[in-house]
């Protein structure tokens, strides 16, 4: 830690990350890059992937930071490590490099929020599966052709056999209502 940054309390650090100081965030950026590149590059990362996290990180924190409610219970390090962790896993997800296994250097804080999103999404989907299986046929297959294979109401009532694209597409409002009661039935 540099001299410059041991005059800084966090306190002093947060007033000036508040106040847009350039000084303090060069203090920061000293104080908390070589952590991040450390973890970047050793979970399959490269410098300019480091460079990119911090700087999101960065402006997440001034983005709490200006916000009148939010009060930081960690310490800025932790905060922005785990920051760019989060970004990090996500960045390996979406490239599919993401194996279950991060080395980790500092603590870190979960994103309850995140986690209390992931729950509800696996109630929805449960909900959504369930609500399927149970609508039966023909709407399963029509709802199935059409939001999924993409086919059009023409080949649907060709395939299905209905008079014409507007008796499917009838029947496929009918069924998308049915599926809709039976979802919210599961998903309360």
């Known amino acids: 830690m540099s001299h410059q940054a041991l005059q800084y309390s966090e306190t002093d650090i947060i ?3 508040r106040q847009g100081d350039s000084k303090v965030l060069e203090i920061v950026y000293k104080q908390h890059y070589p952590t991040i590149l450390h973890f970047i590059i050793q979970n399959n990362g490269t410098d300019q992937d480091a460079k990119d996290l911090y700087q999101e990180a960065i402006l997440v924190l001034y983005e ?3 916000q009148e409610n939010f009060l930081l219970t960690c ?3 932790t905060f922005v490590y785990s920051v760019c962790r989060r ?3 996500k960045r390996l997800r979406e490239k599919g490099r993401y194996y279950g296994k991060i080395e980790d250097f500092e603590s870190f804080i979960p994103f ?3 986690e209390i999103n ?3 999404g696996e109630h929805k989907y449960g909900a959504m599966a369930q609500a399927l299986d149970i609508i039966g ?3 399963r297959t029509l709802l199935k052709d ?3 294979e993409n086919l059009s109401m023409q080949d649907i009532s060709e395939k299905m056999g209905y008079t014409n694209a507007d008796n499917a597409k009838n029947q496929k409002y009918k069924c998308l209502m049915r599926l809709k009661k039976l979802f919210f039935e599961k998903y309360k």
């Open 15 to 17: 007033a000036g990350l």
């Open 64 to 66: 709490k930071l200006k």
């Open 75 to 77: 310490q800025i390090k």
């Open 87 to 89: 970004l990090w896993l």
């Open 112 to 114: 309850e929020e995140e």
């Open 118 to 120: 992931a729950e509800d």
């Open 137 to 139: 046929e023909p709407c």
């Open 146 to 148: 059409f939001y999924i």
